[in-house]
């Protein structure tokens, strides 16, 4: 592996239907975030993690729901599928362990298709 | 509220130079990030911005102005590959990350 990997890229899934997001990086970044990028919106982060065993709601939280058991993976779960949420999923991690800029690096998505 | 605003788009040609501006406001401020952004692909990191003034990289070069709460992006010697879009995002007093929706740039040979 090597920076962000996520799974699946892609999924058609029917409304109601349990899903998990699944997201591993190898950097060993403290910090885990997931966006989502809707058309016209700009990315939007749904939660994130600041550390192994922490985690924290961002401006979209509602439906979802993530866990942060080790450094290197974040998963995210729609617990019941709603066709709003029907968009593209970036998982992104950085080091925010010193006082540097700390850009985020992105995976490379999953898109998501709720009918 | 916070907000960050871009162009949705803008044209320019192969060679030339173009200025994609950003304006802000968010509460609190933390540096100003420039990402670009491949049609179907992630966003990847360009330029970072604390302090006004010019940051160059290359081609690139972003600038800031805290008291207006403005930031550009200015492209050199574009080229096709330049086509994409370009995110402005803003790092708030909680440290997290306010995106602006993007500025899609077209470029024409």
């Known amino acids: 592996i090597a920076g962000i990997t996520q799974a699946p890229t892609s999924q058609i899934l029917a409304a109601g239907r349990r899903m998990t997001l699944r997201c591993t990086q190898d950097?060993?970044?403290?910090?885990m975030y997931w966006y989502r990028q809707d058309l016209g919106l700009g990315l939007r982060l749904i939660h994130y993690?600041?550390?192994?065993?922490?985690?924290g709601k961002g401006e979209v939280p509602d439906g979802y729901s993530v866990s942060r058991a080790n450094t290197d993976d974040f998963p995210l779960t729609l617990a019941s599928a709603v066709p709003s949420q029907t968009s593209v999923y970036f998982c992104?991690?950085?080091?925010?362990?010193?006082?540097?800029?700390?850009?985020?690096?992105f995976g490379p998505g999953t898109r998501l298709t709720v009918l | 509220g916070q907000n960050i605003d871009q162009p949705t788009e803008m044209t320019a040609t192969e060679g030339a130079i173009v200025q994609i501006n950003c304006t802000y406001q968010?509460?609190?401020?933390?540096?100003l990030f420039w990402y670009q952004q491949h049609a179907g692909e992630a966003p990847t990191f360009l330029s970072y911005?604390?302090l006004d003034g010019l940051e160059e990289k290359g081609r690139f070069s972003s600038f800031l102005s805290r008291s207006k709460g403005y930031s550009y992006l200015l492209l050199k010697e574009l080229q096709m590959k330049d086509s994409a879009s370009y995110l402005c995002?803003?790092?708030?007093?909680?440290?997290?990350?306010?995106w602006g929706a993007g500025t899609k740039l077209i470029i024409k040979p």
């Open positions: 992104a991690s950085s080091d925010e362990r010193d006082s540097n800029y700390n850009e985020q690096f």
């Open positions: 950097m060993r970044h403290n910090a």
């Open positions: 993690s600041n550390t192994a065993g922490t985690t």
């Open positions: 968010t509460s609190g401020f933390n540096g």
């Open positions: 911005n604390v």
């Open positions: 995002a803003v790092r708030d007093s909680n440290y997290q990350l306010i």
